[in-house]
């Protein structure tokens, strides 16, 4: 009920607000459990993906979102319960690897759409980023659930990250046809089948949303960019002080090359 309350109101919002186009909605089963892989550009995915879908999608999200203390805690977690996300507690042996394959294997075997980002975070930069074996591909093959590729389109030039307001534009959402992994089940402990179905099902995500593929993980790619920026900070604070002290040496010897009075 809840559920269906937030995507009548804030479903419909978006869907009125930025008119998002759709390819491939007769991909997605009337029933039956699957698993939805997309690329993933900016927060509001988790928001329009489910808005045009008829049935509920259940992501993860971390479990500080749902236990923050205060009344504003509060409205968060109920707000990110109402939307269907499940809370991951990455305080296990394993951190939240072990716990969202837990939530999408009871997802998927209550019948449900269990939605999940393979890339593991936003990508920094609009490219397609190597998709973590773990998650997705552990998740497929303990259930034998179809995984359907979905492409999000534009949506990290609505909502950059780190920006609060959105800006008004049409985002695209491409849904390809189901993959078949059945072939694989029980595999889950082979990380070479592991890495070749997320390769597969990456290539697949790639081909629908047009990005530029890059074969290095997400969060490999953000540290790369932090230390960039890092030097470059450096490199321009060097810059400066080396300008300064340039100054200043050409003031004394202009002050040394006055005559004396």
């Given at each position: 009920?809840?559920?269906?309350?937030?995507?009548?109101?804030?479903?419909?919002?978006?869907?009125?607000?930025?008119?998002?186009?759709?390819?491939?909605?007769?991909?997605i089963p009337a029933e039956g459990p699957?698993?939805?892989?997309?690329?993933?550009?900016?927060?509001?995915?988790?928001?329009?993906?489910?808005?045009?879908?008829?049935?509920?999608?259940?992501?993860?999200?971390?479990?500080?979102?749902?236990?923050?203390?205060?009344?504003?805690?509060?409205?968060?977690?109920?707000?990110?319960k109402g939307v269907g996300q499940l809370?991951?507690?990455?305080?296990?042996?394993?951190?939240?690897?072990?716990?969202?394959?837990?939530?999408?294997?009871?997802?998927?075997?209550?019948?449900?759409?269990?939605?999940?980002?393979?890339?593991?975070?936003?990508?920094?930069?609009?490219?397609?980023?190597?998709?973590?074996?773990?998650?997705?591909?552990?998740?497929?093959?303990?259930?034998?659930?179809?995984?359907?590729?979905?492409?999000?389109?534009?949506?990290?030039?609505?909502?950059?990250?780190?920006?609060?307001?959105?800006?008004?534009?049409?985002?695209?959402?491409?849904?390809?046809?189901?993959?078949?992994?059945?072939?694989?089940?029980?595999?889950?402990?082979?990380?070479?089948?592991?890495?070749?179905?997320?390769?597969?099902?990456?290539?697949?995500?790639?081909?629908?949303?047009?990005?530029?593929?890059?074969?290095i993980y997400a969060t490999a790619a953000?540290?790369?960019?932090?230390?960039?920026?890092?030097?470059?900070?450096?490199?321009?604070?060097?810059?400066?002080?080396?300008?300064?002290?340039?100054?200043?040496?050409?003031?004394?010897?202009?002050?040394?090359?006055?005559?004396?009075?």
């Amino acid at each position: 009920m809840i559920y269906g309350a937030m995507k009548f109101s804030i479903g419909g919002s978006l869907k009125l607000a930025f008119r998002p186009w759709v390819e491939g909605l007769e991909n997605i089963p009337a029933e039956g459990p699957a698993i939805l892989a997309s690329n993933h550009l900016s927060f509001s995915d988790s928001f329009f993906l489910p808005a045009v879908l008829d049935r509920k999608v259940t992501f993860i999200a971390k479990a500080e979102y749902f236990t923050s203390p205060g009344v504003k805690g509060r409205l968060t977690a109920a707000f990110f319960k109402g939307v269907g996300q499940l809370p991951v507690d990455r305080s296990g042996a394993r951190g939240a690897g072990e716990a969202a394959i837990k939530a999408g294997i009871d997802v998927i075997e209550s019948g449900g759409l269990f939605g999940i980002y393979p890339e593991g975070t936003r990508s920094p930069d609009g490219r397609l980023y190597r998709g973590k074996p773990g998650g997705l591909a552990r998740v497929a093959l303990a259930t034998g659930a179809p995984v359907i590729p979905v492409a999000m389109i534009d949506t990290e030039k609505i909502q950059p990250p780190g920006k609060v307001i959105p800006k008004l534009m049409r985002p695209g959402i491409r849904i390809g046809k189901p993959l078949d992994f059945s072939r694989y089940r029980g595999m889950d402990g082979d990380r070479f089948i592991l890495r070749s179905v997320t390769d597969e099902v990456m290539y697949e995500i790639m081909k629908l949303s047009g990005q530029e593929y890059v074969d290095i993980y997400a969060t490999a790619a953000k540290r790369q960019i932090a230390d960039a920026e890092k030097a470059e900070k450096a490199a321009r604070a060097e810059a400066e002080k080396a300008e300064k002290a340039q100054a200043q040496k050409a003031d004394k010897e202009k002050k040394a090359q006055r005559p004396a009075a």
